[in-house]
């Protein structure tokens, strides 16, 4: 039974580009939520995904969008990418319901120059 | 709106010693209490979670912590370390914000170091 995946692992990106990174949820979840963790902090929530529809958002400007796929999958586009959106972004399933359990992926690192 | 507060950033605690890390939280709900674990460069790994029930909730790797309610805390424990437990520590709440949404806010992490 696999995990939660997501791509790429690292990706780096200049200042004012744009970035889609992408996530796989683990089997039978349908809930797929986005987090952003900064170097020495502790992931912060940026939106949740239910039934392809954006269900709740964090305080993150509207450059941070997502979708998510009939298959459960979502992404997460970043628009005029400033220094201060390098992070590890960690994307996250749980089952029907949202109170249960969420189980992590192993991130993608973005690096903006 | 939920916060969670972990006391220390950094333990250090010699390989076979007890340790105990700490954390509180507040909301003005009834929330759900999670431990996370993160190794470098890796994402995070559920250690516990405290749903409902007993307040003695018992993790892998031979974690465990305890809900005090009234103290509004769901410290992390366990008896004996190993140099394998090195590694960054997140508390997290979860509470319902509405249309079944069940964000999690976390703690800012406490690096716990073995020392052999």
């Known amino acids: 039974d696999a995990g939660v995946t997501q791509s790429p692992t690292h990706l780096i990106k200049t200042r004012g580009q744009q970035v889609t990174l992408r996530c796989s949820p683990k089997s039978g979840h349908d809930t797929v939520s986005w987090y952003q963790q900064a170097l020495g902090q502790g992931p912060q929530f940026i939106f949740q995904?239910?039934?392809?529809?954006?269900?709740q958002r964090g305080n993150f400007p509207d450059r941070f969008s997502g979708h998510q796929f009939p298959n459960y999958s979502s992404e997460l586009n970043v628009n005029a990418l400033l220094l201060g959106d390098s992070a590890l972004y960690l994307c996250?399933?749980?089952?029907?319901?949202?109170?249960?359990?969420?189980?992590f992926g192993p991130g993608t690192r973005l690096t903006v120059l | 709106a939920q916060s969670v507060t972990q006391l220390d950033s950094q333990v250090p605690v010699f390989e076979e010693a007890p340790v105990e890390l700490r954390c509180n939280y507040s909301s003005s709900v009834s929330v759900y209490l999670f431990w996370y674990v993160q190794y470098p460069n890796q994402g995070l790994q559920l250690l516990l979670k405290?749903?409902?029930?007993?307040?003695l909730v018992k993790g892998i790797n031979g974690f465990e912590a305890e809900f005090n309610k009234s103290q509004t805390s769901f410290h992390l424990r366990k008896p004996s370390v190993h140099i394998s437990d090195t590694a960054e520590y997140f508390c997290?709440?979860?509470?319902?914000?509405?249309?079944?949404?069940?964000?999690?806010?976390f703690g800012k992490g406490t690096k716990l170091s073995v020392i052999p």
């Open positions: 995904y239910y039934e392809e529809e954006e269900r």
């Open positions: 996250a399933s749980s089952r029907p319901g949202g109170a249960d359990t969420q189980y």
């Open positions: 997290a709440v979860s509470e319902d914000s509405g249309a079944g949404s069940y964000q999690l806010t």
């Open positions: 405290y749903l409902s029930g007993s307040t």
